[in-house]
């Protein structure tokens, strides 16, 4: 089911998205050689907590944690663990919280200390291609006109697109309609219409595009054990206007990365 929103839900939306984005903010400074990924999650939850919010992942379908800390091969949905993070490694850190009835979700892929050119290719792309998608999400548009920008912009550089993970729509629920694949053909899939708000979430894949899911019934990873990068953000189109609710602005103050 479609849920369309008026301006107010709309930013009541854009306050919880922007709590994850200050989460983000919060854990980038963190994410550093040896660091324990258990201690980003526990940093996450108490900052969500003190402020206001509830993390949205802690206990969805049994999820045990308050971040998805995915490694390397590991496309989403990993649990934090105890094992340090290793100096070369890429972690996407996927977030929700859910403040004032309505839920933010986005997520965003770290280098960790000194990682390969081919593998920053990889992440630098995925980041391009959200981007390519949020260009299309506009009024009267349809949610293939958005699967298809990423993909071809995606395969355009020879790497994989996920197909059995998809971004989605959010409101009130972490997961609403529509369905947004991160490929497809132009025309097809719901029509944009005002007050929709949808997460797009771009997994891409270096080698090829086939997952499977790890025996803890959660993590995701490559078929091929090559790496995957993730990102996303939290999209409102209103008034006409298409509208990005979250940022990446805290985490790449953090980073000292200059735009």
């Not at 009835?101 to 792309?125: M, N």
């Not at 309609?177 to 719901?190: C, H």
């Not at 953000?233 to 979250?246: P, Q």
């Not at 790449?252 to 200059?258: C, V």
Request: glycine share 12%; hydrophobic share 35%.
């Amino acid at each position: 089911m479609i849920y369309l929103k008026n301006r107010e839900e709309v930013e009541l939306m854009r306050e919880s998205a922007q709590m994850v984005s200050r989460t983000l903010g919060i854990i980038a400074k963190e994410i550093v050689p040896g660091v324990d990924p258990k201690k980003l999650d526990k940093l996450a939850e108490e900052f969500i907590r003190d402020n206001g919010g509830v993390p949205s992942f802690k206990g969805y379908h049994g999820f045990p944690a308050t971040l998805c800390i995915s490694i390397n091969e590991q496309v989403v949905h990993g649990i934090p663990g105890t094992k340090p993070i290793l100096d070369g490694d890429i972690i996407s850190v996927d977030c929700g919280v859910k403040k004032n009835g309505f839920h933010g979700d986005h997520a965003y892929t770290f280098c960790v200390g000194e990682v390969s050119d081919d593998v920053k290719k990889l992440i630098e792309v995925t980041k391009e291609s959200l981007y390519k998608g949020i260009e299309q999400a506009t009024l009267n548009n349809r949610i293939g006109d958005i699967s298809f920008a990423i993909q071809s912009y995606a395969e355009k550089h020879g790497y994989g697109v996920v197909r059995e993970l998809v971004g989605h729509g959010l409101g009130k629920s972490l997961h609403e309609g529509p369905e947004v694949p991160n490929y497809g053909k132009r025309g097809d899939g719901a029509k944009i219409k005002n007050g929709l708000t949808i997460a797009i979430e771009p997994m891409i894949n270096m080698g090829k595009k086939g997952i499977k899911q790890l025996s803890d019934g959660w993590t995701i990873v490559t078929i091929d054990g090559k790496p995957s990068a993730h990102f996303e953000h939290d999209i409102a189109v209103i008034d006409g206007n298409t509208e990005i609710l979250s940022t990446y602005d805290f985490i790449e103050e953090a980073l000292g990365i200059k735009k």
